[in-house]
T-cell receptor, first 110, second 113 residues
Framework: GQNIDQPTEMTATEGAIVQINCTYQ??????LFWYQQHAGEAPTFLSY????GLEEKGRFSSFLSRSKGYSYLLLKELQMKDSASYLC???????????FGAGTRLAVHP | DAEITQSPRHKITETGRQVTLACHQT?????MFWYRQDLGHGLRLIHY???????NKGEVSDGYSVSRSNTEDLPLTLESAASSQTSVYFC????????????FGPGTRLTVT
């Protein structure tokens, strides 16, 4: 079957670090995407992990463990503008399409 | 600049009416997708296309249809709108088949009364 799990909501303080976890079960798994979506807007691409390990891109990093079916998105030096939903999506090579989780709504407080 | 657009951005319609949502991209991408987004469900795939005259059903395709007559456009039609189809609809495109980033349009908020 296809299943993506991530927490529904998280809160954090401006300047802090937050980790958003994602677990997946996907047939023919080929990679893991993270998207950011501000309220009322379209999702925008953040990262794509194919191999195990950490990929760093500025204040954002993404980690993948294929053996554990696990990924996380790490946001450092949080800013108010980071308040958004973060969508985890597994790419299924078998079905040749993205399977999205329900998203994690992050609220950053001063 | 290349882009992906959707129209209309907001639509209110009555139960039973036929509705068509437009999606147009200028990247010349082969792959185009339609998703709906509802609270608690995330993005769910409705239909997708890998090229002109190619269409495929996604996980929630009942009550929806698409056609692909050119590279740029993938219109989504609701044959007979139902209240359960009230949602936000996103169109997306990607350059090739495989694990490539999808670029999303701004979305259409559809209300069926």
């Amino acid at each position: 079957g296809q299943n993506i799990d991530q927490p529904t909501e998280m809160t954090a303080t401006e300047g802090a670090i937050v980790q958003i976890n994602c677990t997946y079960q996907t047939s023919g798994f080929n990679g893991l995407f993270w998207y950011q979506q501000h309220a009322g807007e379209a999702p925008t691409f953040l990262s794509y992990n194919v191999l195990d390990g950490l990929e760093e891109k500025g204040r954002f990093s993404s980690f993948l463990s294929r053996s554990k079916g696990y990924s996380y998105l790490l946001l450092k030096e949080l800013q108010m503008k980071d308040s958004a939903s973060y969508l985890c999506a597994a790419f299924s090579g078998g079905y040749n399409k993205l399977i999205f989780g329900a998203g994690t709504r992050l609220a950053v407080h001063p | 600049d290349a882009e992906i657009t959707q129209s209309p951005r907001h639509k209110i319609t009555e139960t039973g009416r036929q509705v068509t949502l437009a999606c147009h991209q200028t990247w010349n991408h082969n792959n185009m997708f339609w998703y709906r987004q509802d609270l608690g469900h995330g993005l769910r795939l409705i239909h997708y296309s890998y090229g002109v005259h190619d269409t495929n059903k996604g996980e929630v395709s009942d009550g929806y249809s698409v056609s692909r007559s050119n590279t740029e456009d993938l219109p989504l039609t609701l044959e007979s709108a139902a209240s359960s189809q009230t949602s936000v609809y996103f169109c997306a495109s990607s350059p090739r088949t495989g694990g490539y980033e999808q670029y999303f349009g701004p979305g259409t908020r559809l209300t069926v009364t």
